[in-house]
């Protein structure tokens, strides 16, 4: 059973969207497009001194592959963008015609392939058999309407080790032009010790001049 106390305000907005939609496809390639590009949230951290000016890149790759979609993902502070400290890879299929899939990858050795988001063929040497899945911490994608797909990960199946967690949880929006993201970590209590106290990081598409 979902505790709806701890996730909070944010989910419950997403608890409210969900129920009031309809069975909407979820378009896979709708999602992944939306998904693709450039990410920052300095409009957020400099109206509010609790959220950091991080930087999100997000970039199709193995695009020849016939599974799903894959993306390259890598997030660091503004002020070090060559220091990332999350890389990942999210490999995107539909599940049922209404709801999508993440499944979320870690990659060995990651700062090897910092950067990568701005060549034009990233990861193209790297082998998929390399990579290690996290299990349980699959996030489930569905549209709510033609502007804005939602999605969370299972309650406690997300594994943590991060700062006395034992299990974490991520909660998502995406539309056209902004990515909403919130991952936070938990206890054997259920009590939260990593991740924002005040909501998700708001994340604006960067426009390409």
Known sequence: MIKIARYGPFFILLLSLSASKGSTPCSLDTLAAWMTGSFSSERQAQSDSNFYHIVLHMVPIWTHRTDAKWLYVEQAVATHPDQPYRQRIYHLSSETETRCISEIYE???????????????????????????????????????????IGKTDERQCQSSHRGAIYATTEVTITRNKLVSWDRGYDESDNQVWGSEYGGYVFEKIKKE
């Open 107 to 149: 990659i060995p050795s990651p700062l090897r392939f910092a950067g990568a988001w701005k060549k034009q063929n990233p990861l193209a040497n790297f082998s998929a058999d390399s990579l290690v899945k996290r299990e349980g911490c699959r996030v489930y994608i569905e549209r709510v309407n033609d502007s804005m797909f």
